[in-house]
């Protein structure tokens, strides 16, 4: 009788489980993590396109490149974009992008205008880089520059042999580093004399010795944290320490931040975007994007931690329950009462809420008001960040303005938990086009309504193919290609760009009427240096190139011979090696121009920081930390970026906590 009834009572439960499923469910197919990128350094303006709104917002140092994301830089702008299936990407001024698939074998990224550097740093991960004149597919290890203009693109191979498919004859060209590079437009594919734009190259080696000297120390951080998300060791390493303490009743590691204030809090330091239907955290700290979006923060006595996912780590790091891999846009649960709105940081075996499936214990709501949600049941409901609703779209970091005389009572008997944040959570909050700001920026100068058809284009084709791509398929559909012919050289002319950044009343005025501004896509020139595809270089004091052409001149490569340098970056498995030097190499044969001694140019200056705002005061990259150890806040800009968009101000100890006012 006892199992009559017990499989009776089974039977009821689970029949009101499906019937409260409606109210929120995971929607078929898809049931994978989304993969989602990082814009890791934006100089000068880089603006993202909103579909809902048909506009375009300034984006930002640590906001996400993900799903079919449209970007557009300004003449001056220059950005790195760096994805956890181990793709690198950085982009010149007048560059539109735009994200078509990522997967775990797989990126696909289009270039509609502009300059691209791509690094195929992953050991089973293809690149496909599509473009109006036909598309690129790069190898594991490769490195290429793409310059696409109006009329035509080049392709420049830096590491490993590249293959461009032809759009209009359907031939597949073959370009390798130290030989001609190609140049198609709309109806063949010429030689090209391989020369790269040497301010936008000096810029790429910068960048290299920056992460060169970044990744060049091993430190405690690099034997917990998961290989897709290993770059940010050093931003754990410099700003806290791993301690051990007792977490679900076993010792655990976890990492807590020390330089940070005593009221500090996950979820405080920046700001919140919606950003493709959820709110995303936008970080305002060195150490921010990878602890607000992978893993979970645990408080422990009286401190927060950090909980990395535990796979695959180099030593043996027992999983908290609940936490994976995967990336959410920020793991909360979303409180408000009257004129204030909150939300509390979740325990790892705490479910979240979402409009699309980002990874595990993401719940997909379809109604928020079938939702039922009991405010006591959240573990950290104490320690909720409560501010005042008429700051939630207005600040860049929310720990100025925060409530803090407020506690778990005052919240329990006050406050009303939501699933999302909606116009019962924030008001207006569906009406309020400031939701999509990354920052308080006005952005006066927007690209031209002729750039629509593409970005509209690509989102039909990542809604359809993209969940298709995979690498073997793209290896596949190369491999059947035929060989093409090439046109005798100079038969296709050199990109030139069309500036389609214009003010804001003109956006959508005819073409005729807007003054676009034409210019060469290279503005001084020189060989290309080959690079290694696996990522920076640990070059250090070597010379540069110096620049030898000016845009116009033919055939006339530089010099250049037995001096050419070959660069050797660190693989994933050497960064502990330190003081490795990159050995100079032989031009391969094939490259343009008469031979000869290299002449000397400026020598190489490693790390060399320029001006600019940063995400507060950092260490320097000589300066290290010891695991543990707190210190002084260092004084001084000296990460080289430079964010004129977003004033980046970091909570610094009790000696150190003058903050200065908001960028409005």
């Known amino acids: 009788m006892n199992r009559v009834k017990w499989l009776w009572l089974t039977v009821m439960l689970l029949f009101s489980v499906a019937w409260a499923a409606p109210s929120f469910s995971q929607p078929a197919g898809e049931g994978e993590a989304v993969l989602v990128g990082r814009i890791s350094d934006v100089e000068g303006q880089l603006l993202r396109y909103v579909p809902s709104e048909k506009d375009w917002v300034a984006t930002v140092k640590d906001a996400p490149f993900g799903l079919d994301d449209a970007l557009y830089s300004d003449q001056d702008s220059k950005a790195e974009f760096i994805m956890p299936n181990n793709t690198w990407l950085r982009t010149a001024g007048d560059t539109q992008i735009q994200l078509i698939a990522l997967k775990p074998d797989v990126t696909v990224v289009d270039v509609a205008s502009g300059i691209t550097r791509f690094f195929a740093r992953g050991s089973n991960v293809v690149i496909q880089a599509t473009t109006p004149f036909g598309y690129v597919m790069a190898q594991p290890g490769s490195a290429f520059d793409l310059y696409v203009g109006d009329q035509s693109a080049e392709v420049i191979a830096l590491s490993g042999k590249v293959?461009?498919?032809?759009?209009?004859?359907?031939?597949?060209?073959?370009?390798?580093?130290?030989?001609?590079?190609?140049?198609?437009?709309?109806?063949?594919?010429?030689?090209?004399?391989?020369?790269?734009?040497?301010?936008?190259?000096?810029?790429?080696?910068?960048?290299?010795?920056?992460?060169?000297?970044?990744?060049?120390?091993?430190?405690?951080?690099?034997?917990?944290?998961?290989?897709?998300?290993?770059?940010?060791?050093?931003?754990?390493?410099?700003?806290?320490?791993?301690?051990?303490?007792?977490?679900?009743?076993?010792?655990?590691?976890?990492?807590?931040?020390?330089?940070?204030?005593?009221?500090?809090?996950?979820?405080?330091?920046?700001?919140?975007?919606?950003?493709?239907?959820?709110?995303?955290?936008v970080p305002d700290e060195p150490f921010g994007y990878v602890t607000h979006h992978y893993g979970n923060w645990v408080f422990v006595n009286n401190y927060w931690y950090w909980a990395p996912p535990a796979v695959g780590v180099s030593v043996g790091v027992a999983p908290v329950a609940g936490i994976g891999l995967g990336w959410y846009p920020g793991r909360v649960a979303w409180i408000s009462s009257g004129a204030n709105v909150g939300w509390i940081p979740l325990a790892?075996?705490?479910?979240?809420?979402?409009?699309?499936?980002?990874?595990?214990?993401?719940?997909?709501?379809?109604?928020?008001?079938?939702?039922?949600?009991?405010?006591?049941?959240?573990?950290?409901?104490?320690?909720?960040?409560?501010?005042?609703?008429?700051?939630?779209?207005?600040?860049?970091?929310?720990?100025?303005?925060r409530i803090t005389n407020i506690n778990r009572?005052?919240?329990?008997?006050?406050?009303?938990?939501?699933?999302?944040?909606?116009?019962?959570?924030?008001?207006?909050?569906?009406?309020?086009?400031?939701?999509y700001n990354f920052?308080?920026?006005?952005?006066?100068?927007?690209?031209?309504?002729?750039?629509?058809?593409?970005?509209?284009?690509?989102?039909?084709?990542?809604?359809?193919?993209?969940?298709?791509f995979n690498a073997d398929a793209i290896r596949r559909n190369v491999a059947g290609t035929k060989q093409g012919s090439l046109a005798k050289q100079a038969a296709v002319q050199p990109p030139k760009i069309t500036n389609k950044i214009v003010p804001a009343d003109q956006v959508n005025k005819p073409p005729s009427q807007v003054r676009f501004q034409e210019k060469e896509i290279k503005q001084k020139t020189r060989p290309a240096r080959e690079v290694q595809g696996q990522g920076p270089s640990q070059r250090t004091g070597q010379e540069r190139q110096p620049a030898t052409m000016q845009p116009g001149e033919k055939g006339q490569a530089g010099r250049q011979g037995a001096g050419q340098e070959r660069i050797t970056p660190p693989r994933p498995d050497q960064r502990g090696r330190q003081g490795e030097q990159a050995q100079p190499g032989t031009m391969q044969p094939g490259r343009r121009g008469p031979g000869g001694a290299v002449e000397q140019g400026q020598p190489g200056r490693p790390g060399q920081m320029v001006p600019g705002q940063d995400r507060g005061n950092q260490p320097r990259l000589d300066q290290k930390l010891k695991p543990g150890e707190s210190g002084p806040a260092p004084k001084g800009n000296q990460m080289r970026i430079q964010e004129p968009q977003k004033s980046k101000t970091q909570e610094q100890t009790p000696a150190n906590k003058k903050k200065t006012d908001d960028k409005q």
């Open 409 to 435: 009572t005052t919240i329990v008997n006050n406050f009303h938990p939501a699933p999302l944040v909606n116009n019962t959570v924030v008001n207006n909050y569906s009406g309020n086009r400031q939701r």
């Open 163 to 281: 293959d461009f498919v032809h759009d209009a004859t359907g031939g597949k060209y073959e370009v390798v580093p130290g030989s001609s590079s190609i140049i198609a437009d709309s109806k063949e594919v010429a030689p090209g004399e391989g020369n790269v734009d040497a301010d936008w190259d000096d810029w790429n080696v910068d960048r290299e010795d920056l992460w060169s000297k970044r990744l060049a120390v091993r430190g405690q951080s690099t034997n917990y944290l998961p290989a897709p998300i290993q770059d940010d060791a050093y931003a754990l390493d410099e700003n806290g320490s791993w301690d051990t303490v007792e977490y679900e009743g076993r010792p655990r590691t976890f990492w807590r931040p020390t330089r940070v204030g005593p009221e500090w809090a996950p979820f405080s330091v920046g700001r919140w975007t919606e950003w493709y239907g959820d709110n995303c955290w």
């Open 439 to 468: 920052t308080n920026v006005n952005v006066v100068n927007k690209p031209h309504s002729t750039v629509m058809r593409r970005i509209e284009q690509n989102e039909r084709l990542a809604r359809q193919e993209g969940p298709k």
């Open 348 to 401: 790892p075996a705490e479910p979240y809420y979402c409009h699309r499936y980002w990874g595990p214990r993401g719940i997909v709501v379809e109604n928020p008001a079938a939702v039922s949600i009991n405010i006591n049941r959240f573990s950290y409901v104490g320690h909720a960040v409560v501010i005042g609703q008429n700051n939630f779209f207005s600040v860049n970091n929310y720990s100025r303005v």
